[in-house]
């Protein structure tokens, strides 16, 4: 049986996870943060300056933060993709306001009992571009 690739009921389900995690980052609702990370040691977050193994470590960082630091953010592109029924992946760039730099942010999401969490994320600032090898 071939995996089933952006099933668009699933996209939906996702897409709209997503968005709820956006609001929460955006009005530094921590509680929501903290509800939509899987609630497991295997849970995985990179952020622009630190590398946090499982939920304790990803909540003890939320609760950490001045509750003043706002990360409101523009999105300026999301590209979802779901596999199957119960995995996706939410990628998308933002800019920060009052910044000029972009931002990117990847979320892998997993269905669970208690509704989509997110399993592993990463967020960076681009940087120079990698240069690409000429082909022959």
């Known amino acids: 049986m071939a995996l089933e690739i952006n099933i668009p009921e ?28 899987w609630k497991s040691p295997h849970t995985l977050r990179y952020g622009i300056g630190e590398q946090l193994y499982g939920h304790d470590q990803i909540a003890a960082f939320r609760s950490g933060r001045d509750p003043a630091a706002v990360v409101a953010r523009d999105l300026l592109r999301l590209w979802i993709v779901t596999y199957g029924r119960d995995i996706g992946t939410a990628n998308c760039e933002f800019r920060r306001h009052g910044s000029t730099r972009l931002g990117r942010q990847s ?6 009992p208690e509704g989509w969490r997110i399993v592993a994320a990463h967020v960076s600032f681009m940087g120079d571009a990698t240069p690409m090898r000429p082909t022959t």
């Not at 897409?15 to 990370?37: C, G, I, K, W």
């Not at 979320?107 to 669970?112: E, G, Q």
């Open 10 to 37: 699933i996209v939906k389900e996702v897409t709209d996870a997503f968005y709820r995690y956006e609001q929460a980052l955006n009005t530094n609702d921590v509680a929501t943060l903290d509800e939509l990370f």
């Open 107 to 112: 979320h892998t999401w997993m269905r669970t």
